[in-house]
């Protein structure tokens, strides 16, 4: 059994918002995340609701099991996720 935690990061920038998707953990299964996230049509995400879809899509992908979910605006009132996931 794997855990890891994926977890969206929104930055305000000059150019606009965006929200990249980080993967935590030292799982093995860690690096193939990786390589879902970089496949990803639109990444980083220019609209929250993109990343979650996308984090979802992970998750779906990897046959994850989500064990803890939290949400919640960062500094800039933009909202972050951050998903606890075993598979």
């Excluded at 929250?48 to 803890?68: G, K, P, V, W, Y």
Aim: proline share 2%; glycine share 6%; charged share 30%.
């Amino acid at each position: 059994m794997h855990t890891i935690i994926l977890q969206t990061k929104a930055r305000q920038s000059s150019t606009g918002k965006t929200w990249r998707i980080e993967v935590l953990g030292d799982s093995l299964i860690k690096e193939d995340v990786k390589v879902s996230i970089g496949e990803l049509e639109y990444h980083p995400a220019k609209a929250e609701r993109r990343s979650l879809i996308d984090i979802l899509t992970i998750i779906e992908r990897h046959n994850f099991r989500i064990c803890h979910v939290e949400h919640k605006p960062n500094d800039d009132g933009l909202e972050e996720w951050m998903f606890i996931l075993q598979g």
